[in-house]
Structures are given as C-alpha cells and as structure tokens.
Nanobody, 126 residues
Framework: QVVLVESGGGLVQAGGSLRLSCAAS????????MGWFRQAPGKEREFVAV????????YYADSVKGRFTISRDNARNTVYLQMNSLKPEDTAVYCC???????????????????WGQGTQVTVSS
C-alpha cells in the first residue's frame, strides 16, 4: 500500500503561481514514478506530468509544457508541481498518482497508476 497526500492548492489570479506537493509513504519501493492528473467539473481526468523517482526524467502534457515543472525530493519521498503563468482553464482538482512505469507517452494513461491521492483544489480567477 502506498499513501499519497497532496497539499498546496488554493485560489490564485490568472498569471500567478502555485506549488503543489505530494508526499508518499508506505511501500513506495513498489513504484518508480509519480504523476499529476487534474479533473475540472464536467470534464474527464487529464494527465499533467510525470517524473521518474530514479532518473528524474519527465514527461508533460502539451497544455502545460513550458509553464509547469515537476520535480522530486527522494529523501522526503515528495514530488512537486510548480505551476506558473496559470490560466483560468487550469482550474481543477489536482491529484498525484504513483505507479511502476516509464515517463513517456504511456504514462499519460491513468490506468498505469495503482495509487492515488485525494486531490487538492486549484482555482484560477480571471
């Protein structure tokens, strides 16, 4: 069992920044990558970014590339999502997920992740 706890969400104006955190505990050795997904009201869950615990390799959705940065702190078992130049369309519940996979296009599929956090709300006002 892997437990994931997100934090750092909130309300921000368009153009602003937020940093989300995802702390992992439990059998983290059973996973090798952490991803972020988001889901806006009335929309399907959307992949945001993924990072490999060991290599730090990353993969991003086109919609956030150049604005969001995923990083990790292996000593703290924590993954971060730095979100800059936020837009109203970034408003969503952001969830982190853990799995055993490579940070490539296949990592964008939610079914490849076995563990999920509860999510944190991000609201961007115009």
């Amino acid at each position: 069992q892997v437990v994931l706890v997100e934090s750092g969400g909130g309300l921000v104006q368009a153009g602003g920044s937020l940093r989300l955190s995802c702390a992992a505990s439990g059998r983290t050795f059973s996973t090798n990558a952490m991803g972020w997904f988001r889901q806006a009201p009335g929309k399907e869950r959307e992949f945001v970014a993924v990072i490999s615990w060991s290599t730090g390799s990353t993969y991003y959705a086109d919609s956030v590339k150049g604005r969001f940065t995923i990083s990790r702190d292996n000593a703290r078992n924590t993954v971060y999502l730095q979100m800059n130049s936020l837009k109203p369309e970034d408003t969503a519940v952001y969830c982190c997920a853990a799995g055993y996979l490579a940070p490539t296009l296949r990592a964008s599929a939610a079914l490849n992740y076995g563990y999920w956090g509860q999510g944190t709300q991000v609201t961007v006002s115009s």
